[in-house]
């Protein structure tokens, strides 16, 4: 099959989160089973061109008023898939980030620049000829790409089908009534049949209403968007839509998430070297200033926002550093938390050390290092991090939600214990939860045998991928 990804970021190209590493892994585990994926994304002005020799593609014009649009067609490095990047410097050539200022507000023509996106995605699948390519499958990905079947609709196009993953149903694009008639699309379309979403329009709703199937990234996620809890506003219509919503759980790419390879740890270890995860854990104390010591290590590696629920672990926390556990954060993103937890680390100096940064390369170390990854969201469409933590012999600390309830064991029946699970989000369950780490941490043998259960699990996108193709052929069929 031909399949076109539509989205907004590409591990390593641009990533802001885990939508990035589904993006950049997905694609070529579709290629290696003999489809044909090609790659539609803004070439931001923060994407290195050198590394992926641009050649100059059609010319797509002004048609809306916003800026000359035309492709650029490269390859990700070590990848086959064929990257279109809309090339249109009035829209993407900014200093901040692929939807943020660099005062950390949206870029107030958000809705323009996301509306070509899609509006690109849907001609590019409509008119074959200008790439020489028609694809059967169009694959778009959250809000920024949600309006693609909604040209399609519009134009009254049945093919391509359009399959539609929410990653984040938090995230609903949603831009106020006066922006909509920019969109070129239909006054009928802005109804509640349609994208009109509480008097504004929501991009992510167009998704929904119009795509051909819908997926989220986890099983447990599916289920958890059909209630009002954590429906964001959208359960009703969602439950309405259940027969073509399915949850399919993200792999991990462990070429560039495996202990045993990994260049940017200090030492490589695997489930039958064990003990060599002891001399990152070393260095990464070292590099974090952190007192000698020999006590249990707990690690965080996230965007700071509301939806990780960390704010919890700053209340829960103090009782077990007083104990002697000490703690790395590697996050950035809310003011808010960034300087709670900056605080924190002056508080605690030795014992906590916080970075306020996004750094890819630190990540691996930390996932290396520490003995605990922590992960209390409130909500979790899947999470990676928890997913990396296991193949690092990291026992992750989750509460039950999403994809961390569909990925980490704790008294589950019939499975190994792999980490530690709580159930609410308040500080108790998560403080009876880091106690049990503490207290397990004491017996090592046992310790140890969680770990090597950990290591053992396989979360491979090739799993993931066969649904992903399965989904894709029921669908190509339908009229
Ligand atoms: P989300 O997409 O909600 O942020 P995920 O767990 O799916 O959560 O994915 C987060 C991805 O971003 C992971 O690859 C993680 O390692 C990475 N990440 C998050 N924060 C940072 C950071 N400050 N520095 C480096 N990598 C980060
Ligand atoms: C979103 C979710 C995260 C998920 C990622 C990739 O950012 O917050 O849970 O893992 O998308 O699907």
């Known amino acids: ?67 000359q649009m035309r492709l650029q067609v490269g390859h990700i490095p070590n990848s086959t898939v064929t990257l279109l990047l809309l090339d249109c410097p009035d829209l993407f050539s900014r200093d901040g980030g692929p939807y943020l200022q660099l ?46 079947p909604a040209y399609l609709k519009s134009w009254r196009q049945r093919v391509p089908k359009v399959v539609f993953t929410i990653h984040n149903l938090q995230y ?16 009928d379309m802005y ?20 795509s051909d199937a819908i997926t989220t990234v986890s099983p447990t996620y599916t289920q958890e968007i059909q209630t009002e809890a954590y429906g964001c506003g959208f359960d009703g219509l969602l439950r309405s839509q259940q027969n073509k919503l399915t949850g399919i759980l993200n792999g991990v790419d462990y070429d560039v998430w495996n202990p045993d390879t990994d260049p940017f740890i200090v030492a490589n270890y695997n489930v039958h070297k064990l003990d060599d995860k002891q001399v990152n854990k070393h260095a990464l104390r070292e590099r974090c200033r952190l007192e000698p010591h020999n006590g249990l290590l707990f690690g965080i590696v996230s965007r700071l926002t509301t939806q ?19 703690m790395v954060l590697l996050g950035s993103g809310d ?23 996004y750094d890819e390369v630190f990540a691996h170390l930390i996932q290396a290092g520490v003995d605990c990854l922590l992960i209390p969201s409130r909500f979790e469409p899947c999470g990676l991090t928890q997913l990396f933590a296991l193949k690092y012999g990291t026992l992750p600390i989750v509460r039950h939600t999403g994809g961390l309830a569909d990925s ?72």
């Open 172 to 187: 609903t694009g949603f831009f106020e009534a006066a922006l909509y008639s920019e969109l070129g699309l239909g006054e």
């Open 1 to 67: 099959m031909k399949i076109l990804f539509t989205a907004s970021e590409v591990y390593p190209l641009i990533k802001t989160g885990g939508l990035a590493d589904v993006v950049g892994s997905l694609p070529n585990v579709l290629a290696e089973e003999g489809h044909e994926v090609r790659l539609l994304l803004p070439l931001y002005s923060g994407i290195n061109v050198e590394e992926i020799h641009l050649n100059a593609g059609p010319v797509l014009g002004n048609p809306f008023g916003f800026g």
């Open 191 to 210: 109804d509640p049949e349609g994208l009109e979403y509480y008097g504004g329009f929501s991009m992510l709703k167009a998704g929904i209403q119009y």
């Open 335 to 357: 003011k808010s938390l960034e300087e709670a937890f900056l605080q924190f680390g002056q508080q605690y100096a030795g014992q906590v050390s916080i970075y306020i940064d």
């Open 408 to 479: 980490v064991w704790e008294n589950k029946e019939n499975l190994p214990q792999t980490g530690f699970v709580f159930d609410q989000s308040v500080v108790e369950d998560l403080s009876e939860a880091l106690s049990r780490a503490l207290i397990l941490y004491q017996d090592r043998e046992s310790w140890r045998q969680i770990q090597q259960n950990a290591m053992r699990q396989d979360f491979t996108w090739e799993k993931a991928g066969k649904n992903y193709i399965q989904l894709y052929q029921s669908i190509a069929n339908e009229r």
């Open 103 to 148: 005062d950390g507000s949206d870029y107030p023509d958000n809705h323009r620049r996301f509306a070509m996106l899609a509006w690109t995605g849907a001609v590019l699948s409509t008119y074959g000829n200008l790439i020489d390519w028609q694809p059967d499958i169009v694959h778009a990905h959250d809000w920024q790409t949600g309006l693609v």
């Open 308 to 326: 990780k629920g960390l704010d919890l672990v700053l209340e829960a926390m103090p009782q077990f550093i007083d104990q002697g556990a000490q």
